[in-house]
């Protein structure tokens, strides 16, 4: 996550958006017309096999160097390494759950046992249930989808300037109504919590800024917890209900997901519940052992592999018209990309053709969540964690998950090396300026990858290799080819230097997923 979008709505490591931006690296991998090698390990499971049998030596990184051996880890060797003492992982095929399993305990220091009902924190996968709450509504006709969202606030109003565009609720569920406030800190036990009312207008015990416009309604994509905080108050005004009392009715009622709550489980499940941990595996938030997540709709939902898993199924076979849970004239929409970003409502898109798939990511401070769909084949599954490091093993379980349902849609890639004398890689160093020119549909998930765009890059040669310098951090760049590279630790952004018919290195394209920006560049003195 970029810290300087962070430090004014998030205090805490910069993985959420790192993670929910690099898997749209499977398409920019694909996009870049090399002839990738994508190891498959021998073993691993097809697509006509158990895929669970993968988590004994399936799980693997995306990237490594050329000649590296290819790691065949296990899910409890890569637990004990990330320090994540419970995992719960449920599989989905044909639109159904046909498996799930916990591993692992519930707290580090107790013998209970990790399984299938096991309550987990998701984050901001709480944004996909609570944007299917919304259009449940708006299938009923009780909301709509183009409408200002004043139209339907009581309780309080989304300021804008006199000209300003309305904003819409299609916007907040896609992050592209120009809204503030990436995200929203996780409250220890026995600190003062925001109402919803002090969470809008910024007022302790809220961390976060008055949720504000930033940007001119439906300009670019720029990711909004608070755009969510809107969302649940359009819900609860429209139903004269909680939060809560909605979603049961819409989602967790008609699905069976018994397990799942915006409440604190303290309240409602005092067993079974799956503890925090920080990076070192120890036990957190205690004497009670989690964290509270006041903004419930962005980042509160407690729920199971079991329910979770049932929700991405009836998801899948509502998009299919095989299911009446949603329309499937709104589920279509709801897995369909929003101009400029790469969004449908709520989920993220990726990928065509049985390659299809929606997918988002939940991070709070000790518990890392994902699902992920395959909208043609009917496949999916989810995976929970309750460790600080728990994102870096959802990437890797997904990895071993994919490859065994036989789609590989984030395949290994094998960087190369290169000769810097050779390569003549100190003539990419330099100051590059984003061309304004281009079409903010092309440029998409970019604008919310770098802080409003990135207006200008640094490229830098060490003599040895080449790093970006954005204004707040630095990454690495691996070669691909000689003028092809990837930042792994910058959202797997990928760079493709132009080097002109004299010879010079006039000019850089950034890649993520299928948004591109060029930049020129600023000849030297």
Not at 107 to 129: C, E, P, Q, W
């Amino acid at each position: 996550m970029h810290t300087s979008r962070l430090s004014a709505s998030r205090p805490r490591p910069r993985v959420e958006r790192r993670l929910l931006l690099a898997v749209s690296g499977l398409a920019l991998l694909l996009s870049l017309a090399l002839p990738i090698h994508a190891d498959t390990p021998a073993g691993v499971a097809g697509p006509n096999a158990d895929p669970l049998t993968a988590l004994a030596d399936g799980l693997r990184p995306n990237l490594l160097e050329g000649g590296e051996p290819l790691p065949r880890w296990s899910l409890r060797e890569r637990m004990a390494h990330h320090h994540v003492p419970g995992v719960a992982i449920a599989l989905i095929r044909d639109g159904r759950v046909v498996a799930a399993a916990g591993y692992g305990r519930l707290r580090a220091d107790g013998d209970d046992a990790v399984d299938a009902d096991t309550l987990f924190n998701v984050g901001s996968i709480s944004k996909v249930v609570t944007a299917s709450t919304s259009l449940r509504l708006v299938a009923e006709g009780r909301l709509d989808l183009d409408s200002d969202v004043n139209r339907y606030l009581r309780s309080w109003r989304l300021p804008t300037g006199q000209d300003a565009a309305p904003v819409n609720l299609r916007m907040l569920m896609s992050h592209t109504a120009g809204l503030n406030v990436h995200g929203f800190p996780d409250y220890l036990p026995g600190e003062a919590t925001p109402t919803l009312l002090q969470t809008l207008e910024g007022q302790p015990p809220a961390r976060t800024p008055a949720i504000r416009p930033r940007h001119r309604p439906g300009r670019i994509v720029d990711y909004s917890g608070g755009g969510t905080v809107i969302e649940q108050v359009m819900i609860e005004d429209v139903t004269g209900q909680p939060l809560e009392a909605t979603a049961r009715a819409q989602v967790f009622a008609p699905l069976g997901m018994a397990r799942s709550t915006f409440r604190d489980p303290a309240e409602v499940a005092r067993a079974n519940v799956a503890f925090a941990h920080d990076a070192e595996g120890k036990t957190v938030a205690l004497p009670r052992g989690w964290q509270t997540f006041p903004q419930q709709a962005p980042a509160g939902l407690w729920t199971s592999a079991n329910d979770l898993g049932a929700f991405v199924g009836a998801l899948i076979r509502s998009y299919q018209g095989r299911d009446d849970y949603l329309p499937r004239t709104l589920a279509i929409q709801m897995m369909t990309e929003v101009a400029p970003g790469n969004f449908g409502l709520g989920p993220r898109l990726e990928g065509g053709g049985e390659q299809r798939v929606f997918h988002h990511g939940g991070s709070n401070d000790s518990y890392h969540a994902w699902i992920e769909g395959y909208l043609e084949t009917g496949d999916g599954f989810v995976i929970l964690t309750n460790g600080e490091n728990g994102w870096a093993l959802r990437g890797e379980i997904r990895n071993a998950l994919s490859d065994a349902l036989g789609h590989n849609v984030n395949p290994l890639v094998r960087t190369v090396s290169l000769d810097a004398d050779s390569a003549r890689l100190a003539d990419h160093a330099g100051r590059y300026i984003r061309d304004t020119r281009m079409a903010e549909d092309l440029r998409g998930a970019l604008a919310d990858a770098f802080d409003d765009g990135a207006d200008e890059l640094d490229i830098r040669f060490d003599g040895k290799g080449l790093s970006v310098i954005l204004p707040d951090e630095t990454g690495a760049l691996r070669a691909l080819a000689p003028n092809r590279f990837i930042a792994p630790t910058v959202f797997s952004t990928g760079y493709t230097f132009h080097r002109d018919a004299a010879g010079k290195v006039s000019a850089l394209t950034v890649s993520l997923g299928d948004a591109r920006t060029y930049y020129r560049r600023v000849p030297s003195d």
